[in-house]
């Protein structure tokens, strides 16, 4: 292995006993693709170690592998100085090591007590294990500050909260080792740095913390050591303080890379989007939209920050054409139709608006199609793919399709390949090149950077900077806060279906919009002008 | 109408609602581990079928009460087999059950009894008698309760008190036991009781085997004690009907019984009153035969509120990549 700077007992702490973990040699492959190769690691007991790493880098694999839920090809696993093998995730839990996967493994309608003790049920019957679990539970809390109502059912607490419960899940099965995959994707901050005190006190407990993340900045806060993954081989194991984030990045890639997004003051011109007043009910009748104001104007982008769930999803959907809404939305000044009666995605792209939605796979692409199918749908109409009054124009949608994809760098750039076969950088290059190449005077676009590597990120944050500049709108909806500060030249923050504010981003920071995206509004009298 | 009527169609009611109880029982086991099942038909069917032959043969309900039971089970393996091991698609092995049911048992009745597909009449021990429960003569004197006890209560084959039984034994197996939440666990999140270490293959299997064992009651109890032989298709749908009960009760034991009985009530009517005079109209005896099934199309589209089925119904368990 090659490792950067190998480092023993990081953390500064005394290195007496053996590694809590130290994995030699884990190869794992999935067909052709090797998702792990030769991966050697020790992490010290009582020291919170990260992983990073870009998507299909191989960490979640790895931690898998660990856990029982995929069997390694070839390697060994010690715990403890000890080896072990680990077929499954009954070994895993045997050993001492639990897990908080990134989607939650629990069981929505029951409560919290009987999602603790699935599996770890003392005897036939539950009355037992349920009282025990309660006291359990309540030792718990008090120790870690893990407060969880233990008769609450799953499906109606907070994403935060059903958080808890998988660790509160890992700690009554006694493990010493506990391995988080992504925890903080679908936290606010305050609910992040709560985790984040946690793990600090279970450190201090002298529990092994594994935390994988790609967030380079949880890694510098949180971390003792972090070791860097690069297409399923181990690059690098160092010491957090000893790095930067730049030098992890860089790691991760393979080549420097540019962690802020270089841009100009924005130019803002005449609104090209106004939002009055727009509400949006769902089929259960529940109001998702309590009545938002906006204004998009052309050459700026507007950031819409918010935790997952808050509405943004919808603002999107009524705004690309597939949800229906009332209030007013005028675009380019004339207004447009919310009904559904008269308008669809396609009258939308005819006013001038696209729309790269949150969820590519399900709404972006029709997966199972090739590229050069995917990049004509919705613009199939266009007469530049017709031949005569029946034909579609294949051959000319191909050649099209192989210039958009050189100009976005879709890798691999064959039209023929299913969408599905590209990597989640590419196919969002693949949306984003179907949509931003008709240069529409508003770009919807919706967490452009879910699931995309560091290197498709700068590229993506770099053609929306292009757009920009190119005088349209962009109305951008990200989870991502840092992705917002640095794109946004203005951030709404929705919550619980309203606006919670505007700031610019340099009078504001992560703390500010934190509060509000959990629903507070700090200093209320002050407004961004 | 007077009491003895009324009487008389209830006990008819629990007769005919005692198979249904235990193919829902059956179908809440199967689907509340996340396997659909609707070869419940088909198991009813040859458990029927081998009931009637080997009770025949042997002059014994209890050996024929085996050998349903056991045919019965041996199609809910395939089942298993085919949607858990190798997470095919849930329903068309039922539908390949039921199939295979239909067909198989007339062949082999036609082959060894030859008599147009039907098996010997039973008689005496090859059939499950009725049982007085204690105190039915003495108690039949009391005015109103006392024929009730002695008359819709009382004097049932034993299997009816064996479904009866069933209904609690269910639901204190479901939610009183660790078995029962890890099963309703499986079907709901099967990754989550994979994760806590937990075999799901073994659980849902488990569950199928309960099912199988379950509809073999069933049939058993059609051919040797509701009726007394086998004949063509003898299930006649009750396995269908079972499964609308299932939704209708939203997977749940005691609602079940409810669900069942009144299914039974409408077969018991249509049995007793074939042509229903109304004064105004005479209402067709079609038109009463076929009103379990009405109310099987009305509660499968949906017109008795929402039912949630378990969320990973249908679903065979794979690993996610």
Not at chain 1, 219 to 230: E, F, G, H, N, P
Not at chain 1, 458 to 480: C, M, N, T
Not at chain 2, 119 to 143: C, D, K, N, V, Y
Request: charged share 20%.
């Amino acid at each position: 292995m090659e490792a950067g700077r190998a480092t023993s007992g990081p953390g500064g702490r005394p290195d007496t006993a053996a590694p809590a973990i130290e994995l030699r040699g884990i190869s794992k492959a999935f067909g052709p693709v090797q998702a792990n190769r030769a991966i050697s690691v020790r992490v010290a007991r009582g020291t919170i170690h990260g992983i990073v790493g870009e998507n299909g880098a191989g960490k979640s694999t790895l931690m898998s592998i660990l856990y029982g839920f995929y069997r390694a090809d070839e390697g060994e696993i010690l715990i403890n100085g000890a080896r072990v093998a680990i077929p499954d995730s009954e070994a895993a839990i045997r050993a001492g090591i639990g897990m908080v996967f990134q989607h939650f493994k629990l069981v929505e309608n029951f409560t919290v007590l009987e999602n603790i003790i699935l599996g770890a049920e003392e005897g036939r019957l539950l009355a037992p294990s349920l009282a025990r679990a309660r006291e359990e539970l309540a030792r718990l809390a008090r120790d870690y500050e893990l407060q969880v109502e233990p008769d609450a059912v799953i499906e109606e607490l907070s994403v935060g909260h059903q958080q808890r419960v998988e660790i509160l899940k890992a700690l009554y099965r006694k493990a010493d080792i506990l391995i988080l995959d992504e925890p903080t994707g679908v936290l606010t901050p305050a609910e992040a740095d709560h985790l984040f005190r946690i793990l600090a006190n279970l450190r201090a407990e002298g529990k092994t913390i594994v935390l994988i993340t790609h967030k380079l900045r949880e890694i510098m806060a949180a971390t003792d050591s972090v070791s860097v993954m690069r297409r399923g081989e181990m690059v690098a194991t160092l010491r957090t303080a000893d790095t930067s984030p730049e030098e992890l990045a860089e790691l991760m890639v393979g080549r420097k890379v540019l962690l802020e997004v270089e841009k100009a003051p924005a130019t803002p011109g005449r609104p090209v989007l106004e939002i009055d007043d727009l509400r949006v009910t769902d089929r259960k009748g529940v109001e998702r939209l309590k009545g938002i104001s906006l204004a998009v104007r052309a050459g700026e982008i507007l950031g819409i920050a918010g935790v997952a769930g808050n509405g943004q999803s919808e603002l999107l959907e009524v705004l690309g054409g597939y949800a229906r809404g009332r209030g007013r939305v005028r675009m380019n000044g004339a207004e447009i139709d919310l009904s559904g009666r008269h308008a669809d995605g396609q009258t939308r792209r005819a006013a001038g608006i696209a729309h790269v939605p949150e969820d590519r796979q399900r709404l972006g692409l029709i997966m199972d199609f090739a590229a050069w199918e995917n990049i004509a749908f919705g613009y199939h109409h266009d007469s530049l793919y017709q031949r005569g009054a029946l034909l579609m124009d294949n051959r000319r949608i191909r050649e099209d399709a192989r210039g958009k994809l050189g100009r976005f760098d879709v890798r691999p750039p064959d039209p023929w390949l299913a969408a599905k076969r590209f990597s989640g950088g590419n196919q969002q290059k693949l949306v984003l090149a179907r949509e931003i190449e008709r240069s529409p005077d508003l770009l919807l676009v919706g967490q452009p950077t879910r699931g995309v590597d560091i290197g498709a990120i700068e590229f993506i944050h770099r053609r929306l900077i292009a757009l920009r500049d190119a005088g349209k709108a962009i109305l951008l909806v990200s989870v991502e806060l840092d992705e917002i500060l640095s794109l946004a030249d203005r951030i709404a923050v929705m919550f619980d279906g309203r606006i919670m504010g505007e700031r610019l981003p340099e009078a504001t920071d992560e703390r500010e919009l934190g509060l509000m995206m959990a629903g507070v509004v700090p200093g209320a009298e002050r407004e961004a002008g | 109408m007077d009491y003895a009527a009324i009487l008389s169609i209830l006990e008819g009611a629990i007769r005919l609602a005692t198979p249904l109880l235990f193919a829902c029982l059956a179908g809440l086991f199967s689907e509340r581990a996340g396997v659909f099942d609707i070869g419940l038909e088909g198991k009813m069917l040859a458990a029927a079928f081998a009931s009637a032959t080997l009770a025949a043969v042997s002059g014994s309900a209890w050996v024929g009460l085996a050998a349903g039971v056991g045919a019965s089970l041996v199609l809910a393996a395939v089942h298993g087999v085919a949607s858990i091991t190798f997470r095919g698609n849930q329903l068309i092995a039922g539908v390949a059950i039921n199939f295979l049911a239909a067909g198989l048992t007339v062949l082999v009745a036609q082959d060894v009894f030859a008599l147009g597909g039907r098996t010997p009449a039973l008689t005496g021990a090859a059939r499950f008698q009725s049982i007085a429960l204690p105190f039915a003569e003495t108690a039949a004197t009391i005015p109103v309760v006392g024929p009730f006890y002695a008359r819709v209560i009382s004097g049932h084959a034993l299997l009816v008190y064996v479904a009866a039984l069933a209904v609690p034994a269910t639901w204190w197996i479901l939610f009183r036991t660790r078995f029962g939440l890890r099963l309703r666990a499986v079907g709901e999140n099967p990754a989550a009781v994979d994760t806590a270490g937990v075999s799901v293959t073994g659980l849902r299997f488990a569950a199928v085997m309960i099912c199988g064992f379950l509809c073999g009651l069933a049939g058993v109890y059609l051919a040797t004690a509701l009726g007394a032989g086998f004949v063509k298709d003898m299930s006649g749908g009750r396995g269908f009907i079972a499964l609308a009960a299932l939704i209708f009760a939203k997977w749940r034991p005691w609602p079940a019984m409810g669900a069942t009985m009144l299914f039974g009530f409408l077969q018991a009517v249509a049995t007793r009153y074939p042509r229903l005079d109304l004064g105004v109209v005479v209402v067709p005896s079609q038109f009463i035969d076929a009103l379990p099934y009405i109310l099987t199309v009305v509660i499968l589209a949906g017109f008795v509120g929402k039912a949630i089925p378990p969320r990973a119904g249908g679903i065979p368990y794979v690993k996610e990549r």
